[in-house]
């Protein structure tokens, strides 16, 4: 066959500038080739095979040529899979009337309840809350001498040693207090996910109202937050215990509003880096800001990231940055 033999074209051999074929060699045959010590230990290189650049040289005759870049989209989640939403009405107060709906993942406020990871998450809390700062004096901390007091025998009275003894008035204490921590530990997102279980805990109840703003009160007096808690069916006929307002800043007319003198009978106010979960559990209902809504879910979702979380940590403080803060879909 002519693919097995070699030819060589040298251009420009002839006077007439034509081209000359002359054949080299033929392949000889042979059963049994002798190896040599160069063939032998001769290795070849093995060149990596890449189908994409082998179909780009046999379809693309140019030189230059681009190998084609192979995008992949990842189609959106089918209906029935896709992670399900929940409705809430956003309200006008203190009219109360309806502007509305806003949805919500399932997984922030459609949680089953898990009373283990409630109680856990108001323990955490509890001994967090606990300063800590009791101090007694010890025997050996109380001033005096340490004299024995009366001989050993003899007097028929009890064994006593100097007179900071504990068993004597002004003595020291037997088992005397001192300063320690009380805090106890809770990985972040088990505490994340408890703040959310009670968030879904109050939506499912329907006692999750969510307004646009709270500081649109006409007026902080003890009159006007009774009439409008008495309309809106807030008052003492609407649960016992006082209702829980949340919002994202406080103002004057707020603060104000629901101090003891005040409307504080019936409302608690506070920001809402200052919740915890026992304030979302108290209360026969809890009044929040769509924003202090957002963020405090935003704020609560490390279970559901890949983010490591930072420790220590502690459930309430300083307010954290109100930037950068978006929530999980």
Same mark, same amino acid.
């Given at each position: 066959?002519?693919?097995?033999?070699?030819?060589?074209?040298?251009?420009?051999?002839?006077?007439?500038?034509?081209?000359?074929?002359?054949?080299?060699?033929?392949?000889?045959?042979?059963?049994?080739?002798?190896?040599? $010590?160069?063939?032998?230990?001769?290795?070849?290189?093995?060149?990596?095979?890449?189908?994409?650049?082998?179909?780009?040289?046999?379809?693309?005759?140019?030189?230059?040529?681009?190998?084609?870049?192979?995008?992949?989209?990842?189609?959106?989640?089918?209906?029935?899979?896709?992670?399900?939403?929940?409705?809430?009405?956003?309200?006008?107060?203190?009219?109360?009337?309806?502007?509305?709906?806003?949805?919500?993942?399932?997984?922030?406020?459609?949680?089953?309840?898990?009373?283990?990871?409630?109680?856990?998450?108001?323990?955490?809390?509890?001994?967090?809350?606990?300063?800590?700062?009791?101090?007694?004096?010890? $025997?050996?901390?109380?001033?005096?001498?340490?004299?024995?007091?009366?001989?050993?025998?003899?007097?028929?009275?009890?064994?006593?040693?100097?007179?900071?003894?504990?068993?004597?008035?002004?003595?020291?204490?037997?088992?005397?207090?001192?300063?320690?921590?009380?805090?106890?530990?809770?990985?972040?997102?088990?505490?994340?996910?408890?703040?959310?279980?009670?968030?879904?805990?109050?939506?499912?109840?329907?006692?999750?109202?969510?307004?646009?703003?709270?500081?649109?009160?006409?007026?902080?007096?003890?009159?006007?937050?009774?009439?409008?808690?008495?309309?809106?069916?807030?008052?003492?006929?609407?649960?016992?215990?006082?209702?829980?307002?949340?919002?994202?800043?406080?103002?004057?007319?707020?603060?104000?509003?629901?101090?003891?003198?005040?409307?504080?009978?019936?409302?608690?106010?506070?920001?809402?880096?200052?919740?915890?979960?026992?304030?979302?559990?108290?209360?026969?209902?809890?009044?929040?800001?769509?924003?202090?809504?957002?963020?405090?879910?935003?704020?609560?979702?490390?279970?559901?990231?890949?983010?490591?979380?930072?420790?220590?940590?502690?459930?309430?403080?300083?307010?954290?940055?109100?930037?950068?803060?978006?929530?999980?879909?």
């Amino acid at each position: 066959m002519a693919s097995k033999r070699l030819v060589t074209r040298l251009e420009g051999f002839s006077n007439g500038g034509g081209s000359i074929i002359l054949p080299l060699c033929s392949r000889r045959r042979r059963s049994n080739p002798s190896l040599t $010590r160069s063939m032998a230990t001769e290795v070849n290189p093995i060149i990596p095979f890449n189908p994409i650049e082998e179909y780009a040289r046999a379809h693309i005759s140019s030189e230059e040529y681009q190998i084609p870049k192979l995008i992949a989209k990842v189609p959106p989640p089918p209906a029935h899979i896709a992670t399900p939403t929940v409705l809430t009405t956003l309200y006008d107060f203190p009219s109360m009337e309806p502007i509305s709906f806003t949805p919500y993942p399932s997984s922030h406020l459609a949680l089953p309840l898990r009373s283990d990871l409630l109680h856990r998450a108001i323990i955490f809390e509890g001994d967090r809350a606990r300063q800590g700062t009791a101090s007694n004096k010890h $025997r050996s901390e109380v001033h005096g001498s340490g004299k024995k007091i009366r001989r050993q025998k003899g007097l028929g009275a009890a064994r006593l040693g100097d007179k900071k003894s504990p068993m004597l008035k002004g003595g020291g204490r037997a088992f005397a207090k001192k300063p320690r921590d009380f805090s106890t530990d809770l990985p972040r997102k088990m505490y994340d996910l408890a703040f959310r279980t009670a968030l879904s805990w109050r939506w499912r109840r329907g006692q999750l109202v969510v307004v646009n703003s709270h500081h649109n009160l006409e007026a902080w007096d003890i009159g006007y937050i009774k009439e409008l808690f008495n309309h809106h069916g807030w008052g003492k006929r609407g649960g016992s215990g006082r209702n829980l307002l949340i919002s994202e800043e406080m103002d004057d007319t707020l603060t104000q509003a629901f101090t003891r003198e005040n409307g504080g009978r019936y409302g608690k106010a506070l920001e809402r880096w200052d919740v915890d979960v026992k304030d979302l559990l108290k209360g026969p209902r809890v009044i929040i800001e769509k924003m202090a809504l957002d963020r405090m879910l935003a704020e609560h979702q490390s279970d559901l990231t890949n983010r490591t979380p930072r420790f220590p940590w502690k459930p309430s403080g300083s307010p954290p940055a109100k930037s950068g803060l978006t929530l999980l879909k």
